[in-house]
């Protein structure tokens, strides 16, 4: 149970601070997508890719005092910015997470902003379909967020740079 823990905390320090809570859900939800070792499971929700577990455990991580969790009001939003502490850095010594090419990929992800590994994990979501379906599904559940044929190219694109991180 707790290696599950210590890999979210792993991912918090390669990443040093992850900016939203979506973001962090994306961030791992691509990288299981990319063969790495999580366990959450995500079902398709309003943001795209969503775990509840990766929710509890978050939750959990922040209770036990193994990560922190600031919140930030920007008007109507409330943002919330994950780090490591001492704390965190202690139990890992403790749980060996080796993410080998994956560390790359985490902190390759982490240069984007959370609206476009959004759509990069709904593009993956959905990489089961053909590319006419996938954007078809893309176009009609993220219409909210406006993405256009551009954007569904770049982020095939980042899919493809990010397997080639892992190799």
């Keep these: 149970m707790l290696n599950d823990h210590a890999k979210i905390i792993r991912l918090i320090e390669i990443a040093g601070e992850v900016t939203g809570r979506k973001k962090l859900h994306k961030?791992?939800?691509?990288?299981?997508k990319m063969q790495m070792d999580f366990v959450e499971r995500f079902q398709f929700?309003?943001?795209?890719?969503?775990?509840?577990?990766?929710t509890l455990r978050v939750d959990e991580l922040c209770n036990l005092g193994l990560i922190d969790e600031q919140m930030e009001s920007k008007g109507a939003i409330q943002l919330y910015r994950y780090t490591l502490n001492d704390e965190g850095r202690d139990f890992l010594r403790f749980h060996n997470v080796d993410f080998g090419n994956g560390e790359r990929l985490i902190s390759r992800m982490n240069e984007e902003n959370s609206r476009f590994l959004e759509l990069v994990s709904t593009i993956l979501y959905f990489d089961d379909l053909a590319y006419d379906e996938m954007k078809t599904k893309?176009?009609?559940?993220?219409?909210?967020?406006?993405?256009?044929?551009?954007?569904?190219q770049k982020g095939l694109l980042f899919v493809e740079e990010l397997r080639g991180l892992m190799n």
Excluded at 27 to 32: E, F, N, R, T
Excluded at 45 to 54: A, K, N, Q, R
């Design 45 to 54: 929700h309003m943001f795209g890719p969503y775990s509840e577990e990766l």
């Design 27 to 32: 961030m791992v939800y691509i990288a299981k």
């Design 138 to 152: 893309v176009f009609t559940l993220k219409s909210k967020q406006r993405y256009n044929e551009e954007e569904i």
